[in-house]
C-alpha cells in the first residue's frame, strides 16, 4: 500500500528529500507525475490510468505535506523501508488502507516510473 501522511504532521519537511519518487509534497503545492521520475508526455499508469506526466495537480492536501498515492512506491525497489516513516520525528507517515498495493505491484509501478534504473 502507499503511504500516508496524517494530521499530525508537524510540517518540518525531513520527509520531502527523503522520496526516491518525488511523490511528497508541501501542503498546498501542485504536483506533476513527471516530477522527480522519467514519465513524460501523455501515459497510461500501471493502474489504468491516462494522464499527461507534465500537467498540474491539484494538491492533496492544503495544510500540511501529503504523498501522491499514485508516485508512492513505499521506497521499493529503492530501500528497504519507506524512508518518510524512518525520517519522521512525529510518526506521522503510516500506511494507507485505502491504496493497498502487493509488493509485486509496487516494484512494477518503481520500473514504470523509473526504467533506466
Given at each position: 500500500m502507499?503511504?500516508?501522511?496524517?494530521?499530525?504532521c508537524i510540517?518540518?519537511?525531513?520527509?520531502?528529500?527523503e522520496?526516491?519518487?518525488?511523490?511528497?509534497?508541501?501542503g498546498?503545492?501542485?504536483w506533476r507525475?513527471?516530477?522527480?521520475?522519467?514519465?513524460k508526455?501523455?501515459v497510461?499508469l500501471?493502474?489504468?490510468?491516462?494522464?499527461n506526466a507534465e500537467?498540474?495537480?491539484?494538491?492533496?492536501?492544503d495544510?500540511v505535506?501529503?504523498?501522491a498515492?499514485d508516485k508512492c512506491?513505499?521506497?521499493?525497489?529503492?530501500?528497504e523501508?519507506p524512508?518518510c516513516a524512518a525520517?519522521?520525528?512525529v510518526d506521522?507517515?503510516?500506511?494507507?488502507?485505502d491504496?493497498e498495493?502487493?509488493?509485486e505491484?509496487l516494484l512494477?509501478k518503481?520500473?514504470?516510473?523509473?526504467?533506466?534504473d
Amino acid at each position: 500500500m502507499a503511504i500516508i501522511i496524517t494530521d499530525e504532521c508537524i510540517n518540518c519537511g525531513a520527509c520531502e528529500p527523503e522520496c526516491p519518487n518525488t511523490a511528497i509534497y508541501e501542503g498546498a503545492d501542485e504536483w506533476r507525475y513527471g516530477d522527480g521520475t522519467s514519465l513524460k508526455g501523455d501515459v497510461v499508469l500501471p493502474n489504468g490510468k491516462s494522464v499527461n506526466a507534465e500537467d498540474v495537480q491539484e494538491p492533496i492536501s492544503d495544510e500540511v505535506y501529503y504523498i501522491a498515492p499514485d508516485k508512492c512506491t513505499e521506497c521499493m525497489g529503492f530501500h528497504e523501508e519507506p524512508q518518510c516513516a524512518a525520517v519522521c520525528p512525529v510518526d506521522c507517515c503510516v500506511p494507507d488502507e485505502d491504496h493497498e498495493e502487493s509488493e509485486e505491484t509496487l516494484l512494477a509501478k518503481q520500473a514504470f516510473m523509473h526504467p533506466e534504473d
